[in-house]
C-alpha cells in the first residue's frame, strides 16, 4: 500500500454573500509524517492566486466531524446531515468552508487502515529527524 493517500473533495466556500461557491480542495496523508493532515487550495480559491496548504492532526479531523473541535487557526465542526465545517483562521481573515461528511469519514477510513489510531509514533524516524535538526547546530 501507498504510504500516502490523497483524496479531492468538494469544498463549499461560505462567504458574506449570499452566493456558495464550490471549490475543489486536496486532503493528502503521508505515512512518513503520521500525525498529520494537509488540505490544499488550488490557486483560484484563494486570495493570493496561489496554491494554500493547511496543516492539522488528523486527531482533530477524526474528532472534529462529531463534535466540536480545534481552538487554533483550523477548527472543524459537525454542521447539520451529512455536512462538517473546517473554520481556517489567518491574520487576513478567516475562511469558512463546508465538506461532505461521508468523503471525511471515508479519507479517514482510508488513513487509519495505513497507519492505525494510536501506532502513528511507530512510523516516524525520530533518528533521522534529530539528524536534520541538529544538522547546521555543528
Known sequence: MSPVIEEAVQARL?????QVEIVPATL???REDPFTV?????PPATLEGTE???EFSRELLATGITEPAGAGDVRVRPFGYGRTVMEFHAPEGTAMVHLRTAELRRFLERVHGLVPAGREHLYLDLDHDLTE????AC
Open 28 to 30: 493528502h496523508y503521508d
Open 133 to 136: 535538526l541538529l544538522r547546521d
Open 52 to 54: 494554500v496548504t493547511w
Open 38 to 42: 494537509r488540505m490544499a487550495f488550488p
Open 14 to 18: 461560505v462567504a458574506s454573500t449570499p
